[in-house]
């Protein structure tokens, strides 16, 4: 099995004015004067918390990145945030397509484009993908979320797709304390490396990152995180709460066999 990296991403989700975010990244900064070999820990704050929490982790192992992006490099586009500008504020990874955002009527199109935009400018996108409850009684998860990546991938090159991570997140999972169970996670998860190699290569499925995210928390993230084909976890809540989040990290590290 090759030596994936595991991912620790906390989406922040629309929680922290300013003050907040400073006091988030200040506990977690301190938590965290190291991460553990193999692992790599990043922060999704609201954007406009993005500099403020930038000033602070800056002399810690933790990445940044956003919770959306723009595909259009500047111009008349009120609200949003190119590439280029979250890099300017220290981003380098981008959450597209997060369920919260398609329910707000992002489209598969516009998910496309996101990524396309993201690995253009040099951000690494993690990719969402997820069915609802609905899809997964009856028993379409598998075709929905194949469907759900070749579109969002559409067009990224050979040479592009080892830098793009896939977060595959239930809709029923999150925000709803309902996890899936390790097992249900890892056969979706190893599912879409199947999707990967079918259009791409056996190794580029093999390198590529698919996290899971749903309700992970500290009592569970062990459990999912010792996996096969999950190598790291989108987490929401538990992000919001340093204890938990370390803890998640730690179980990150711990040794599955
Ligand atoms: C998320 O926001 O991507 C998420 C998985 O949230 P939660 O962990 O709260 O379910």
Known sequence: MPNRTLLIAGNWKMNNDVAEAAKLADELAQAL???PAGVEVLVCPPTIDITTVHDRIQA???ALGAQNVYWEAKGAFTGESSCDMLKSAGC???IIGHSERRAMGETDADVNAKVLAALEAG???IMCCGETLEQREAGITDEWIAMQIKLGLNGVSEEKIRRVIIAYEPIWAIGTGRTATPDQAQE????IRAVVRKLYSSKNARAISILYGGSMNDKNAFELLAQPDIDGGLIGGASLVPE?????INAANQPTA
């Open 33 to 35: 004067p190291e991460v």
């Open 60 to 62: 810690a192992p933790i």
């Open 92 to 94: 380098t990874y981008c």
């Open 123 to 125: 951000l690494v996108p």
């Open 188 to 191: 979706v998860c190893e599912n």
């Open 244 to 248: 938990k989040f370390v803890e998640i």
